[in-house]
């Protein structure tokens, strides 16, 4: 197992809102996501990460509780706005353990303390979100997970 850990300001150090910032890249250099492939993106609202890899020919799922961010290139994947802890039965049961990466980009921290308005708040949120990534790899995927690091 490898861990990369790189604080909030490294990751801030974007040189537009528009260009990879060192989680794309460190995600393109490092796991090396192949044309083809199938990924989903946790959190995708803040993040060009879905855009970027969907450019690429990779086949991509954004998941978010905000609609689309329109500040952002026009959409060129699947967006699914709704609770990543409680996602549509159809997208479950036609997507789980096959994806070949799930990414979540500073997102995590975030699950269950009604940051997002999303309701009421829930202590576990984020265990849970985790058991869901991994349930949504296929055998051999990887989970690429950046938490703020520092302070």
Not at 53 to 65: N, P, R, S, T
Not at 93 to 106: C, K, P, Q, R, Y
Not at 139 to 147: E, F, I, Q
Request: glycine share 10%.
């Amino acid at each position: 197992m490898t861990l990369v850990i790189f604080d909030e300001e490294a990751r801030q150090g974007m040189l537009g809102k528009n260009t990879p910032d060192i989680d794309v890249m460190l995600l393109l250099d490092f796991f090396g996501v192949e044309e083809g492939g199938k990924v989903l993106v946790v959190g995708a609202h803040d993040e060009n990460t879905a855009n970027i890899l969907a450019d690429k020919g990779i086949e991509v799922y954004g998941v978010d509780l905000r609609d689309y961010d329109s500040s952002l290139p026009p959409c060129n994947y699947n967006y699914l706005r709704c609770d990543f802890c409680n996602l549509p039965k159809e997208f479950i049961s036609e997507h789980l353990g096959t994806f070949d990466a799930v990414i979540a980009l500073s997102c995590i921290e975030h699950f269950g303390m009604c940051a997002y308005m999303e309701g009421k708040s829930h202590s576990y949120y984020d265990i849970i979100a985790m058991r869901k990534v991994w349930e949504f790899l296929k055998v051999g995927g990887v989970a690429y997970v950046t938490v703020p690091f520092g302070g």
